[in-house]
C-alpha cells in the first residue's frame, strides 16, 4: 500500500476476519455510555427487565446499565466503513466509533449518506495533489474512497449535465 493508498483506503484484509465476525456473533456486543470515553464496549451478559448486565470490554468490569441506554454494535465487517449509511446499528456511538477507527488509521473523509464528513487531520497529507484529482475525475461517488475531491467532480458534473446551479456547505 502507498504513502498515498494508506490515507484513502481501507485494507479490507484486516477487517474481513472470520473469527472476529464468529466472536462477535456469539459475545453480543454493545455500547454503553462512559463519562470518561463517551462510549466502552461491552459485552451482554444478562437481562433483568428495564436493567442489564453487561462486562466491559477493556476492563472485564461488569456493570448494570438501563436497557434503554445501551446501543447495538455492528458486525466487525463494518470497521472503518466509507459510508456509515451501510451501518446496520446506525446510532450515536457506531457513528462516533466509525469516525474514530477512521481517523486514527489516517483516513479523515467518511460519507454519511448524501454528506462528507471530514475531521482535520492537523496536518499535511499527501492527497490533495492533481494525480489525486485525476484519480476522482468523471469518477461516481462509490467508485472510490471518500474525498472532498469526490463532492466536488459530482457538483461539478450535476452542473454541466443538469444546467443548474450546485452549491458545497461546509460546517
Known amino acids: 500500500m502507498s504513502d498515498v493508498d494508506k490515507f484513502l483506503y481501507v485494507d479490507r484484509n484486516l477487517v474481513n476476519n472470520p473469527l472476529a465476525q464468529a466472536d ?9 455510555p462512559s463519562e470518561r470515553l463517551g462510549f466502552e464496549a461491552g459485552s451482554l451478559k444478562e437481562e433483568h427487565g428495564d436493567e442489564v448486565v453487561v462486562e466491559l470490554a477493556d476492563s472485564g468490569k461488569k456493570i448494570r446499565v438501563n436497557k434503554d441506554d445501551i ?8 470497521s472503518k466503513v466509507e459510508d456509515m449509511a451501510e451501518l446496520t446499528c446506525l446510532n450515536e456511538a457506531s457513528v462516533l466509533h466509525n ?6 488509521s489516517g483516513l479523515i473523509y467518511t460519507y454519511s449518506g448524501l454528506f462528507c464528513v471530514v475531521i482535520n487531520p492537523y496536518k499535511n497529507l499527501p492527497i490533495y495533489s492533481e494525480e489525486i484529482v485525476d484519480m476522482y475525475k468523471g469518477k461516481k461517488r462509490h467508485e472510490m474512497p471518500p474525498h472532498i475531491y469526490a463532492i466536488t467532480d459530482t457538483a461539478y458534473r450535476s452542473m454541466m449535465q443538469d444546467r443548474e446551479d450546485q452549491s458545497i456547505l461546509c460546517t
Open 24 to 32: 462477535w456473533a456469539t459475545k453480543k456486543l454493545v455500547w454503553v
Open 71 to 78: 446501543q447495538k454494535m455492528n458486525p466487525p465487517k463494518f
Open 99 to 104: 469516525l474514530k477507527e477512521r481517523y486514527y
